[in-house]
């Protein structure tokens, strides 16, 4: 009985998922956009999807907002989503040029600057802004191949097609439970690295203070960058009035960190982390708030918080 609701539920959202793409692709951009800005202000408004979530985050990451501010950001963080989901569709369809007019680049040179040092580069960012738009953008930018690391889909119709359409931007795809030795072969052959280092880790990650609270980060990015002396790119989309998007880099120093020992994988992971965070308190509404990204801040602070705690205390 599991087994057959589980095959209805693949189907309803795999088709539901096509009937969405289909409606986008035929529709202009900012009609497309705004399409998926409406949706998404309704499932905030009528629905309880991850809104328990996403006001939760708000208010531990703005605690000296009113929960009005709070709720304005959620819905607008509801309508980025919806946007983009819409303007990936839309890009399906549309031609290079078209998807092209629809970016800014605020400075390219710093990118391509980085990466013609010959050491490869790792470009990294999260779920902010039209994040769907980065493989593009980041193509137009640098015109190098890339090797792409993804959270598969839990739908694998939907995944195989999302990573069909992601190929096209000259993007070898990699799945991150087997990210490692892909990650580093690409450096190593000073190849180019892109990855979003926004969601939460294990509970074995590296915590690292987000917003005020400790989070559970991935360690791959910097542990990358240290091993392999690549230069550590981060790119951000911004979106104008008109619904297009500025493109701009920002480069993460690590010339005084010297091997990737763990003391130097956690000082980078927070320079990295605390850039996005100065990007996403200037554009609340741009990241995914509804994303689980502290759900292991109480083991942290319950079990390992406790424990070097006890070792301090522990006669030497």
């Given at each position: ?26 529709l202009p951009f900012r009609l497309a956009g705004g399409l998926g800005a409406a949706l998404g202000s309704f499932v905030f408004r009528c629905t309880p999807i991850r809104k328990r979530v996403t ?32 303007e990936m569709f839309w890009s399906w369809s549309a031609p290079e040029d078209a998807i092209r007019s629809k970016l800014h680049f605020v400075n390219p040179e710093l990118a391509a600057g980085a ?16 994040w769907e738009f980065l493989l593009a953008s980041t193509h137009f930018a640098i015109e190098t191949p890339m090797t792409v690391i993804v959270q598969e889909q839990r739908n694998k119709r939907i ?158």
């Open positions: 009985m599991e087994s057959r609701q589980r095959f209805v539920k693949t189907w309803v959202e795999y088709l539901g998922f096509l009937v969405a793409r289909g409606i986008a692709g035929v006001l939760d985050n708000l208010q531990h990451a703005f605690p000296e907002m009113s929960n009005g501010q709070r709720r304005a950001i959620a819905e607008g963080a509801y309508r980025n989503y919806g946007r983009s989901i819409f990466l013609a040092r010959g050491k490869g580069g790792v470009i990294l960012s999260g779920h902010f802004g039209s995944d195989a097609l999302v990573e069909r359409k992601r190929s096209r931007f000259d993007a070898r795809t990699v799945s991150m439970g087997k990210s490692i030795r892909d990650s580093l072969e690409t450096l190593h052959a000073k190849g180019v690295l892109f990855l979003l280092g926004d969601q939460s880790g294990s509970k074995e990650a590296v915590y690292i203070h987000f917003f005020g609270r400790p989070a559970a980060t991935h360690r791959g990015p910097a542990a990358f960058v240290l091993k392999t002396g690549a230069p550590l790119i981060m790119e951000f989309l911004i979106r104008r009035p008109d619904g297009t998007h500025d493109v701009r880099f920002e480069e993460i120093s690590h010339d005084d960190l010297r091997g990737g020992g763990e003391k130097n994988i956690i000082e980078l992971t927070r320079r990295h982390a605390a850039m996005l965070e100065r990007y996403i308190r200037s554009y609340p509404d741009h990241w995914l708030w509804m994303h689980k990204r502290w759900k292991h801040t109480a083991y942290y602070e319950s079990t390992l918080m406790a424990g070097q705690q006890e070792s301090r205390r522990a006669p030497a």
